[in-house]
């Protein structure tokens, strides 16, 4: 059974940056199609950005054009979401999830496996 588990959430000004870590165990997260979520208060789960297991598809979110990169490090079984120019708007829990199958649109329903979610707070 694939665990997830999120990381490196917390409170960051307007315009900083913070880099989320989703560690898996249990199996070789390099197999999995990855997608990372979010949820802000009062707000329904939406998709930030999903990339394939090869690396080779990804699908971002409008509102993260040119802010947020994903990354893998196969060697850790660890995937990482680097956020940079950060907006108040983006306060939110993140959520990372797997699937062995490739997304197509980037939704909640196209992932199997869930994290238990990180705190990400954009305030000044």
């Known amino acids: 059974q694939l665990q997830l588990v999120e990381s490196g959430g917390g409170l960051v000004q307007p315009g900083g940056s913070l880099r989320l870590s989703c560690a898996a165990s249990?199996?070789?997260?390099?197999?999995?199609?990855i997608g990372w979520f979010r949820q802000a208060p009062g707000k329904e789960r939406e998709g930030v950005l999903c990339?394939?297991?090869?690396?080779?598809?990804?699908k971002y979110a409008d509102f993260v054009k040119g802010r947020f990169a994903i990354s893998r490090d196969n060697a850790k079984n660890t995937v990482y979401l680097q956020m940079n120019n950060l907006k108040p708007d983006d306060t939110a829990i993140y959520y990372c999830?797997?699937?062995?199958?490739?997304?197509?649109?980037?939704?909640?329903?196209?992932?199997?496996?869930w994290g238990q979610g990180t705190q990400v707070t954009v305030s000044s």
């Open positions: 999830a797997a699937d062995l199958r490739l997304f197509s649109r980037c939704a909640l329903d196209e992932y199997e496996y």
């Open positions: 249990g199996r070789a997260l390099n197999y999995y199609s």
């Open positions: 990339i394939s297991s090869s690396g080779g598809r990804t």
